[in-house]
């Protein structure tokens, strides 16, 4: 078992805590409703510290991710992020991850928890013939969240957090900065996986109780409350997010998952998996769907989904939608029963539910 180097401030803030990913995690502080409710309508600190830091370095370092990834990754701008998915041979999902450009020749891959060592020995395994360095630095972070409307007040009301290189205000959604904190340098990204505006801030793991303070302190007269990782899914869940393991995995070709865009089909060159994702799918392969019911019982992972008296699909995340105050579910179903409107039936422990599928994401934050 692994554990944070915030996990001592866990213990003092009476954290219950989770085995997620072979990490010792932070699953809720208080309560899973009043947690998320705060990151709707103010902000919530996460530590995910368990995601894993890979550093791309080299001339050829655009060029390699190109193959190595799904996406175009030369063709990012420098301090843009993106999103992005690891390939097997066979078009399916090793990890999604979100890759971060900090020089013309420098890129930093976060990866799940869960699969870092899947990332990094195919992003090693990869490197061949390129003019590149791949190096795991996961153990060097700590990786601290803030994410709500009012995250960005937090951030700038943070004492000894200072030396942006882009304003905060200035920052778009998906760019990251470099910054200080009391001489620690970090990086700041306007990323979050919550659907709210947030941060996602990188720092060396003897600073990171230090900022978690600092961020506390100053968070704490605007609503800013510690969140763990329950209230974490059922945000992520509202927006519309896949999760790996739930709805992404080794089988899963990026269309079904309704990620196809995020595959570069057009670059030039070619990239681990692109003669099974232009092969495409078997034939009735399931597609990735939004459910939503009336009620206050809820289909949970694995659920199975009826169109009549016919198994039509399973869900792969559910959940009473605490924003919503509905039922909601993402889930593969039959591509003839898949579209926006479909009546069909969850089975919860025995009891048919009516529910409609709808377009991803539930929740969308105003602009």
Same mark, same amino acid.
């Given at each position: 078992?692994?554990?944070?180097?915030?996990h001592?401030?866990?213990?003092?803030?009476?954290?219950?805590?989770?085995?997620?990913?072979?990490?010792?995690?932070?699953?809720?502080?208080?309560?899973?409703?009043?947690?998320?409710?705060?990151?709707?309508?103010?902000a919530g600190?996460?530590?995910?510290?368990?995601?894993?830091?890979?550093?791309?370095?080299?001339?050829? *370092?655009? %060029?390699?991710l190109? =193959? $190595?990834? &799904?996406?175009? #990754? +030369?063709?990012? /701008?420098?301090?843009?992020?993106?999103?992005?998915l690891?390939?097997?041979?066979?078009?399916?999902?090793i990890d999604?991850?979100?890759?971060?450009r900090?020089?013309?020749?420098?890129?930093?891959?976060? *990866?799940? %928890?869960?699969?870092? =060592? $899947?990332? &990094?020995?195919? #992003? +090693?395994?990869? /490197?061949?013939?390129?003019?590149?360095?791949?190096?795991?630095e996961?153990d060097?972070?700590?990786?601290?969240a803030?994410?709500?409307?009012?995250?960005?007040?937090?951030?700038?009301?943070?004492?000894?957090?200072?030396?942006?290189?882009?304003?905060?205000?200035?920052l778009?959604?998906y760019?990251?900065?470099?910054?200080?904190?009391?001489?620690?340098?970090?990086?700041?990204?306007?990323?979050?996986?919550?659907?709210?505006?947030?941060?996602?801030?990188?720092?060396?793991?003897?600073?990171?109780?230090?900022?978690?303070?600092?961020l506390?302190?100053?968070?704490?007269?605007?609503?800013?409350v510690?969140?763990?990782?329950?209230?974490r899914?059922?945000?992520?869940?509202?927006?519309?997010?896949?999760?790996?393991?739930?709805?992404?995995?080794?089988?899963?070709?990026?269309?079904?998952?309704?990620?196809?865009?995020?595959?570069?089909?057009?670059?030039?060159?070619?990239?681990?998996?692109?003669?099974?994702?232009?092969?495409?799918?078997?034939?009735?392969?399931?597609?990735?769907?939004?459910?939503?019911?009336?009620?206050?019982?809820?289909?949970?992972?694995?659920?199975a989904?009826?169109?009549?008296?016919?198994?039509?699909?399973?869900?792969?995340?559910?959940?009473?939608?605490?924003?919503?105050?509905?039922?909601?579910?993402?889930?593969?179903?039959?591509?003839?029963?898949?579209?926006?409107?479909?009546?069909?039936?969850?089975?919860?422990?025995?009891?048919?539910?009516?529910?409609?599928?709808?377009?991803?994401?539930?929740?969308?934050?105003?602009?």
């Open positions: 078992m692994r554990y944070s180097p915030l001592g401030i866990h213990e003092q803030l009476g954290a219950a805590f989770t085995d997620f990913a072979g990490w010792m995690m932070p699953v809720r502080y208080s309560s899973d409703l009043a947690e998320h409710h705060a990151v709707r309508t103010a600190i996460f530590d995910i510290s368990h995601m894993a830091e890979i550093h791309v370095r080299g001339a050829d *370092a655009g %060029a390699y190109d =193959f $190595a990834l &799904a996406g175009k #990754l +030369s063709a990012m /701008a420098l301090a843009q992020a993106k999103y992005s690891i390939l097997n041979e066979t078009g399916g999902i999604d991850l979100v890759a971060y900090l020089a013309d020749d420098h890129f930093l891959v976060v *990866a799940n %928890a869960g699969n870092r =060592f $899947a990332a &990094a020995t195919a #992003l +090693s395994e990869r /490197a061949k013939g390129f003019d590149v360095t791949v190096t795991d996961s060097d972070y700590a990786l601290i803030v994410q709500g409307p009012v995250s960005r007040a937090i951030l700038e009301a943070t004492a000894g957090l200072g030396d942006f290189a882009t304003p905060l205000d200035e778009k959604y760019r990251e900065t470099a910054a200080t904190f009391i001489g620690h340098d970090l990086i700041i990204a306007r990323t979050g996986y919550t659907g709210e505006d947030g941060f996602e801030l990188y720092i060396q793991v003897d600073a990171a109780a230090d900022l978690w303070a600092a506390t302190v100053a968070g704490e007269p605007l609503g800013l510690p969140a763990g990782l329950a209230c899914d059922t945000l992520r869940l509202e927006a519309g997010m896949p999760l790996y393991g739930h709805e992404l995995g080794l089988t899963t070709f990026p269309v079904q998952a309704g990620l196809g865009r995020v595959v570069a089909l057009s670059k030039e060159g070619d990239f681990v998996g692109r003669a099974a994702i232009e092969a495409g799918p078997d034939a009735g392969a399931r597609v990735l769907v939004g459910l939503a019911a009336e009620g206050r019982r809820a289909g949970r992972a694995d659920y989904i009826y169109h009549g008296d016919t198994e039509v699909g399973v869900i792969t995340s559910g959940a009473l939608s605490p924003t919503l105050g509905h039922p909601i579910a993402m889930a593969y179903v039959d591509a003839d029963v898949s579209d926006v409107g479909t009546e069909l039936h969850l089975d919860v422990r025995g009891s048919r539910i009516a529910a409609s599928v709808i377009s991803l994401p539930f929740y969308k934050r105003e602009a």
